[in-house]
């Protein structure tokens, strides 16, 4: 008939692993996770202590550049991205130029996309003096245009950085402060905020990360990469995650908030109803990440004194569902963003800024990894094969 049959012969070598389960892409100093003993370490430092002791400057610094800053590196590190959170003046009216309400995530990526156009200092986007450059500008400016997403998105005017302010500080004052009113930071929410962007700053090869290298391989600039790790992340299987487990959470509680009767339709499978926050390609007994989350919940929604019955839900979720063998014998456990959400809500985030916040936390490592990438030797153009099943040689009618 259609002469339908597998075309071997140039690929009869290759190995077929879809969603390079078994596949390393890559190797990398950066970032050790081992998934059976829910271990991840950044440069060897065990998450749990950067988590408590570090700050996510200093965490970015340990993940770009291999060590920990002394104070002298993180004061110069910290001054220069001071220096340069804010935008070109022109970058106001592209933000001007999308509908009202666009989701942050696009307008997050088309921001650091547009960030080429405007920097376009040197033609070899792997000189060194040109990464070192990029590295910051991306670093600094990516909250600003975070925010400006934000701004955009409930109609109020765009404010400048205040550059005497820390990262978090400034993106916090960028984001919920007005023009001509004085806005305070409240010290625990940028410490809790400033943990969270730790926890997310770094995690090898996962589906964005790679995305950057593979389009870093082709020599495209780091903003372009970076850009497109961003769309990689929207998706709720990656760190759009965070978005749908709060979704999830609200369609719950709106309907009534039988917990069970969720549960027993994940189970089912029903189309498009799966636990949300739940599962991890590489974990496979905790989320070492979720853990520390999990605690910083509470404490956030005691000490801002906003109860959540959405807590509680979620709470019921993960007991029946650690409870449960269709969960247990599939090894699904909370993952880093089960309980995120239920914290950028107290602090009065919009549920379509979480995964914005995940981004803002996982740039590090996403340059880190790209500079990673085109110092190594080893490093080629990434170009996966696959195995051909379409039609063997057939010819166009007569
Ligand atoms: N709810 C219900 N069932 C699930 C879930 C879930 N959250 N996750 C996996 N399963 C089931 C699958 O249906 C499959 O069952 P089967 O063997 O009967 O077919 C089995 O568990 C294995 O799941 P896979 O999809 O093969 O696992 P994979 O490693 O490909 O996917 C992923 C991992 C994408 C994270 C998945 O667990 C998922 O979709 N989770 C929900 C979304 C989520 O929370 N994503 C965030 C991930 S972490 C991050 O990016 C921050």
Redesign the pocket.
Known sequence: GLGIGKLLSSTDHVTLDP?FVNTASCTSDITFIDGDAGILRYRGYPIAELAEKSSFLETSYLLIYGELPTPAQLTEFTDKLSMHTLLHEEMRGFFNGFPRDAHPMPVLSSGVSALSTWYQDSLDPFDPAQVELSTIRLMAKLPTIASYAYKKSIGQPLMYPDNSLGYVENFLRLTFGVPTTPYEVDPVVARTLDMLLILHADHEQ?CSTSTVRLVGSGHANLFASVSSGIHALSG????G?NQAVLEMLAGIQESGGDVRDFVRR?KD?EPGV????????VYKNFDPRSVIVKKAVRDVLDRMAKPDPLLDLAMQLEEIALADDYFVS?K?YP???FYTGLIYKAMGFPTKMYTVLFALGRLPGWIAQWREMISDPATKIGRPRQVYTGPTERHYPA
């Open positions: 969603g996962n709720p299987l990656h760190g995650a994940v499978k799966k636990l949300m926050g739940f599962g991890h390609r599939r699904l993952n880093v963003d």
